[in-house]
């Protein structure tokens, strides 16, 4: 058995990442992008700037998740790019990813996670409420409303924690 493995991400995936999230998007998803996704072009500079960061789980070195963190000031976060590829799926992957990303939160002084996804995605609302997620009725005015047709939104408190 291969170990799952969880690190932060470089630019050596670059291209994997790009093709991974592409892949899910459209073929899994039918979401086609005109924008082409330029985030994926700049990792570093759009996640892993002031306190956020973009993770990666691998398996024997090939990349099957990603999950990215970013920091929307005021001590909150925002959850991004939470992929897992089909066949990596139910077997703790997504639990490794957001168990990174909740560590590296608390480590880092956040005390509010925010995410929003479709209603249309009943595994991953099922896997946002089983984490500890509370489902809310809107993103905070101040975070960027993505073009996705996102109508579900969660919220994790990590004051409640401490």
Known sequence: MVEIKIATYTDEYKEAVRDMIFDIQENELGRHSRSGRPDLSNIKGIYQTNKGNFWL????????????????????????????????????????????????ARKNGFKKIFLSTHIGQEAANKFYTKMGLQRIDFLPEDFPHSPAPDDVFYEMNLEKDE
Do not use: C, H, P
Request: net charge positive; charged share 30%; aromatic share 10%.
């Open 57 to 104: 789980a691998t398996e024997g070195g090939q990349l099957i998740g990603t999950i990215a963190l970013k920091d929307m000031g005021q001590n909150r976060g925002d959850l991004w790019r939470f992929y897992v590829r089909k066949d990596a799926r139910r077997k703790g992957v997504g639990s490794k990813l957001f168990s990174a990303l909740g560590d590296f």
